[in-house]
């Protein structure tokens, strides 16, 4: 959308939204499961019966992103294919069929006192995402952040705002049907600007996500006054211990590095133990060469895959998410755990090893989101960890840390009920 | 402290205390809970054993703040009185007491793959604080973010600026005899400069929390580029329902007024359904006079207390920290329930009535970090909900809300174990 505004415009038009947004949350807060799933096969239902007009909106982003030279791999991201079409329907009725995580009871006990207090699950209240030109996006985040009982304000990226008004209205339309408040989500417009508004809404939205490249990551954690989840670089690594199986670890770093490579939870390094160097990596580094994958080698590697490009410092700290890794041989565990200190993400890391004691310590010392022993980095999604649907992957300590699904959106209150105490 | 930097020397200067109390908190990830405990009790006894040099620290920094003429009120927070020494001593014992958060097991789980995952809670890793000029809470935070496993860097007034100085040198000397780093536990020196660094300081700060006033506080919400957890601000109301026990409501206020006045979690306003008014007012009002609370009432509520000054609008949003109280007559539980949307804090709120579909439709409907029914809004506090020690009260939804205890202040990590599982 084209929309200019005054100076203090943008952040006036978008307190306006997010008034509206709490007060949807407000009633989004007291909706039923059941509603709450209406709403959600509503969507589904009118994405299929509006899909033309859908796709029109997304046609004229389309034209105009070419006509402006847009990236072919953005313009790729931005077109409403008909498998794309499938899947945010799929994700609909995905989402409905998961629990509905408000009201859930945490915890509940009794103080001596005769106090009973209950930690309850409650909705965040209104929850900002903001992201690229995908406008599957918005239907998948719109999905979780309903079934959570939150309101959404979505903000994704200029080149996809017809699409996304469109599928915004088809959401409202489905809100209205099921009895909830259209403004339960609502498409945040005016580019940068109105991105910037949003970081500014301190008060009126609980926190914003997100989701993206690196860039996008970096300048909403730097700029934003509402609390952030900070969500994405993965430069994740497979160190392969002394006392690995060579099969193992490769199956593993061929799946880590060759499927979704262009994910956060793809690897970007390879970390071989040098006992087992010999007996790994001439076969792994050929597997890997098959399957296309460009290797950026310390001096060791390159003397059993003297193909590999010789690595520099950048490689080690480069999130490719593209058929290329990085390879370095240590010395020992150690080494290992150092380098991944230094140049992780806090996002998943893996050992491969048969000896127990190293993957011990090694899931005890690194300190990432997710830490695996003998498995392919790639399993952190909320899908695979048997989250469902997920918002986004989370690399910060604070309130969430890995695959974001529905619970980690809410928050909780302590519900407490007396009969007349007061305090000594 | 008045160290004056250079240009970005404040920056350097903190990240290079951060970066010092990463590698610390490496090393606390991994101390047991007996070295953590055995910190805890070091740091007690050498607060005994070097009381008289921590006294003469402190009186220094009290004679420059007297001299330069800081309000009363300060100095009296400044001041390590008997008292205050007994109260660290003991709060650092309950610490060591309580049970070690870390490396706990919160839920785990076996995929159809086989893929084990574990979701274990692990520490924070650095945690900032920003308060005001009171000696004690650098003791009080400095246990519990120990206990908790993560450093601290302690960011306290400039006014207490020589005792904190002697305080963390008590408490290094005590790190070190338990064989964990010293560095575990810094000040921040530099005054606001020093504040402003440590606020920057993204990728080595997990997270800030700023405790003391709401001036404090907001600047901290709206400066920091480290992730916040805001506390504080507590215009915590009372509402007496049209089906209350006048006297239990009577108990409930007076309490909730006279005690720990100056505590966030303190009334600041009382809401009367208009339906108990005459039965509960004239009795309440008196007995709020008894303990010298001044009124400041809407119209109806002056009939009933003529004394009472009139209520404006700022009364609504006001937190006294004083013996005033607003009071307003409601028609309804809804004029209360948006009374209550419209000025509280989302702190602490309590309802009384003997009507339980009113108090679920409170408890449900009221959004906020405690909502009580028939109790006082005085219980929201770490000890009285069997936390032990708290560091703060989150008036925020992300992360941590309400008491924040041990638990609040960590992490947690997915612990995944397979047999070299990949991903189709």
Request: proline share 4%.
């Amino acid at each position: 959308m084209s929309e200019t505004w005054e100076p203090g415009g943008a952040d006036k038009a978008i307190r306006r939204l997010a008034e509206d947004a709490r007060k949807a949350a407000a009633r989004l807060n007291l909706a039923s499961t059941r509603q709450k799933n209406e709403a959600l096969e509503a969507i589904a239902r009118r994405l299929a019966a509006e899909r033309e007009a859908i796709r029109a909106a997304n046609q004229a982003d389309l034209g105009v992103a070419r006509a402006a030279g847009v990236p072919a791999t953005v313009v790729n991201r931005l077109e409403l294919t008909g498998r794309r079409f499938a899947s945010m329907a799929q994700g609909l009725l995905d989402v409905a069929a998961l629990p509905d995580p408000i009201g859930e009871v945490v915890e509940e006990w009794t103080r001596p006192n005769g106090l009973r207090i209950a930690k309850q699950r409650v909705p965040m209240g209104v929850i900002g995402l903001i992201y690229e030109a995908r406008p599957n996006v918005t239907v998948d985040a719109a999905a979780i952040c309903l079934k959570a009982g939150s309101a959404a304000l979505l903000k994704g990226g200029k080149e996809a705002a017809r699409s996304n008004e469109a599928l915004v209205g088809v959401i409202q339309g489905a809100l209205t049907e099921a009895g909830l408040p259209p403004t339960a989500v609502q498409a945040v417009p005016g580019g940068r600007e109105g991105a910037a508004a949003l970081m500014r809404a301190v008060g009126l939205v609980d926190c914003l996500i997100p989701r993206g490249g690196a860039g996008l990551i970096r300048s909403v954690v730097q700029d934003s006054r509402v609390p952030v989840i900070e969500t994405g670089a993965g430069v994740c690594h497979v160190y392969v211990d002394a006392a690995a199986d060579p099969d193992m670890a490769t199956d593993i770093i061929v799946n880590a590095k060759t499927t979704g490579t262009a994910t956060c939870n793809a690897a970007e390094t390879l970390l071989v133990h040098r006992d087992v160097a010999a007996r790994f990596l001439p076969g792994a580094a050929a597997r890997l060469r098959d399957f296309g994958v460009e290797l950026r080698g310390c001096e060791v590697t390159r003397r059993f895959a003297p193909w590999a490009t010789p690595a520099t410092e950048e490689d080690w700290a480069a999130e490719y998410l593209d058929l290329v890794l990085a390879v370095r041989v240590v010395d020992s565990l150690d080494e290992a755990l150092a380098h991944i200190a230094r140049y992780g993400t806090r996002h998943s890391e893996a050992i491969v090893t048969a000896d127990a004691g190293a993957a011990r310590r090694f899931q005890a010392e690194v300190d990432a989101a997710a830490v695996y022993w003998n498995a392919s980095t790639r399993f952190t999604d909320g899908g695979e960890f048997g989250f469902g649907a997920e918002i986004g992957i989370s690399t910060q300590k604070l309130h969430a840390r890995g695959p974001m699904g529905l619970r980690e959106i809410t928050s909780h209150k302590y519900v407490i009920t007396g009969d007349g105490q007061v305090r000594p």
